[in-house]
């Protein structure tokens, strides 16, 4: 059974940093495309940063420079380093499995999905 589990979110304060983990299991990770998403209160879920099995990655551009994707295989973990915080990154984070080694910025493209984590940054 594939799962995904999220943690490392919270209150910030704007500026702030916050690094969230997600944890995999069930299938070989290291052959698999691995992705950020996040959802806002009344928007849709949107694309945030992914990352390819070889450690090529890809952010959108609202926070690229600030935030940081990141995988270690051997430990079937990526993380998401969020720095210069700003309120409009409050949202729900979810953790995102491909099982294809190239990264997407595309919801569709993802098989396996964690349950969330909230992140709040305050103004």
């Known amino acids: 059974q594939v799962q995904l589990v999220e943690s490392g979110g919270g209150l910030v304060q704007a500026g702030g940093s916050l690094r969230l983990s997600c944890a995999a299991s069930?299938?070989?990770?290291?052959?698999?495309?691995m992705g950020w998403f996040r959802q806002a209160p009344g928007k849709e879920r949107e694309f945030v940063a992914a990352?390819?099995?070889?450690?090529?990655?890809y952010y959108a551009a609202s926070v690229k420079g600030r935030f940081t994707i990141s995988r270690v295989n051997a430990k079937d973990t990526v993380d998401l380093q969020m720095n210069s915080l700003k309120p409009d990154d409050t949202a729900v984070y979810y953790c995102?499995?491909?099982?294809?080694?190239?990264?997407?910025?595309?919801?569709?493209?993802?098989?396996?999905w964690g349950q969330g984590t909230q992140v709040t940054v305050s103004a």
């Open positions: 995102a499995r491909r099982v294809l080694p190239g990264l997407s910025t595309k919801q569709g493209d993802y098989s396996y």
């Open positions: 069930g299938r070989t990770f290291s052959t698999d495309a």
């Open positions: 990352i390819a099995w070889s450690g090529g990655s």
